[in-house]
């Protein structure tokens, strides 16, 4: 089989080496899949560069989702079928072109577009988690972010607009707003110091109940002030670098929440039974069309430095998918 590791943190596009190793057979409990599709995330990228929360332990293979198709299962494994196609999420090490793993890092994938299914279990997840779980919205309800023609920002778009949630989306470029109101972002301004006088311009003073920032900096505390008294605001990136501004008049006088969000911890604290309501929510939707994931560019593993080269581009329109498996 063929992996892509790196033995040391730095640059990925100088440090990621593709391998090649023997296959393993499955043991019991174990499925074997070769993977059809696994995309490039930001984490990903400084993760390998030394700049995330988590320095993995070396020689490591990124890559944290995808699609497969399953290809042999071990002793006791009843519920997965050789030619069935399977989610991969929890799984870890996912740029490679075929895997062994536990039974239970493999969900069972339903009909639909397979590319699209790929992407499900990384920035879709994180968009219905920051929607479900800090504040219970209703229809109507205005919620404002950063970042928004992020691949999150983007689902978080998508998912809202289903239930009615009204969203408020914070960019750098101009350039941007007419893509983001195609998908259904309901009011799109550009950052800067009086972001509060239009956001309550635009959205004519209603109470904006939910914030979610992964830019941090000075950004940060300018969603802090849109907020309504009582409101939340998450905090689950640092793309400027740079960490939160934390306004603490809006804190103790509006009584804003703090609160923070890593998916990664989620994986690891949240039940069976919670992975499998939000899987089954998000399936249908991707599998049926209803929302979408931007796709820039797709390379095969002998490519890898040009992928994550492209993956690391501002230019990009989209997500940078690994296929191994490729015609």
Excluded: C
């Excluded at 109470?207 to 992964?214: G, H, K, T, Y």
């Excluded at 849109?226 to 960490?243: C, D, E, M, P, R």
């Amino acid at each position: 089989m063929k992996i892509i590791e790196f033995a040391k943190l730095g640059n990925p596009a100088d440090v990621l080496k593709l391998k090649e190793l023997p296959s393993r057979l499955p043991g019991a409990g174990e499925v074997r899949v070769k993977i059809i599709a696994t995309p490039i995330h930001p984490a990903n990228l400084l993760q390998i560069a030394g700049q995330y929360a988590a320095t993995p332990e070396l020689p490591a293979v990124p890559g944290g989702e995808g699609i497969a198709e399953v290809v042999e299962v071990g002793d006791g494994v009843e519920h997965l079928k050789p030619g069935q196609r399977v989610l991969m999420a929890g799984a870890g090490g996912t740029w490679r072109d075929e895997l062994t793993a536990p039974a239970t890092s493999f969900i069972p994938a339903p009909q639909g577009d397979a590319e699209q299914l790929s992407m499900l279990a990384v920035n879709p997840l994180t968009a219905h988690l920051l929607l479900t779980k800090f504040t219970d919205l209703s229809e109507g309800d205005w919620i404002i972010q950063s970042a928004a023609n992020s691949a999150v920002g983007e689902m978080v778009i998508q998912l809202a607009a289903q239930r009615g949630i009204r969203t408020v989306n914070v960019v750098r470029r101009e350039i941007l707003i007419p893509g983001l109101k195609s998908i259904g972002g309901d009011v799109i301004l550009t950052d800067g110091p009086d972001l509060a006088e239009r956001v309550m311009k635009e959205t004519g003073g209603a109470p904006i109940v939910l914030a979610f920032d992964s830019v941090a900096g000075e950004t940060f505390e300018r969603l802090m002030s849109t907020l309504a008294f009582g409101a939340t605001i998450v905090s689950y990136g640092v793309l400027s670098g740079q960490l939160p501004q934390l306004n603490l008049t809006s804190v103790i006088a509006n009584d804003v929440h703090v609160r923070g969000f890593w998916l990664a911890k989620w994986y690891e604290t949240a039940s069976q039974e919670d992975r499998q309501a939000a899987f089954g929510t998000l399936m249908p939707l991707f599998a049926g069309g209803q929302v979408k994931t931007r796709i820039d560019s797709r390379f095969p593993l002998e490519e890898i430095s040009e992928a994550v080269t492209r993956a690391s581009e501002s230019g990009r329109d989209g997500k940078v998918l690994l296929t191994p498996n490729a015609d």
